[in-house]
């Protein structure tokens, strides 16, 4: 019953911002590595932003550092990504991806859409 739920996409206009939320049940959340992913049209998936399950430790990607912040509650199960000086670019379909290291199982939520248009 493990679930992963991503929440807040939607349209912004460029230079605005968004919180995506990604609410985690059925397995260890704080023990667990969370990443953010994003895919466009056409594009691969790529990673967007990590937490660590331990240590809070954070990794961006280029493209987003100094824009986004990755963030977790471990009290909510949940995980943040805060989204700031959006950009046409970052159109996308969000996804919450969760590494559970016993096992190394990997979970995947459903996406939610954001885009950046004026």
């Known amino acids: 019953q493990v679930q992963l739920v991503e929440s807040g996409g939607g349209l912004v206009q460029p230079g605005g911002s968004l919180r995506l939320s990604c609410a985690a049940s059925?397995?260890?959340?704080?023990?667990?590595?969370m990443s953010w992913y994003r895919q466009a049209p056409g594009k691969e998936r790529e990673l967007v932003a990590t937490?660590?399950?331990?240590?809070?430790?954070?990794t961006y990607a280029d493209s987003v550092k100094g824009r986004f912040t990755i963030a977790k509650d471990n009290a909510k199960n949940t995980v943040y990504l805060q989204m700031n000086s959006l950009k046409p670019e970052d159109t996308a379909v969000y996804y919450c991806k969760a590494l559970v290291l016993f096992g190394r199982r990997v979970y995947w939520g459903q996406g939610t859409q954001v885009t950046v248009s004026s």
């Open positions: 937490i660590t399950g331990a240590s809070g430790t954070t």
């Open positions: 059925g397995f260890s959340f704080s023990t667990s590595v």
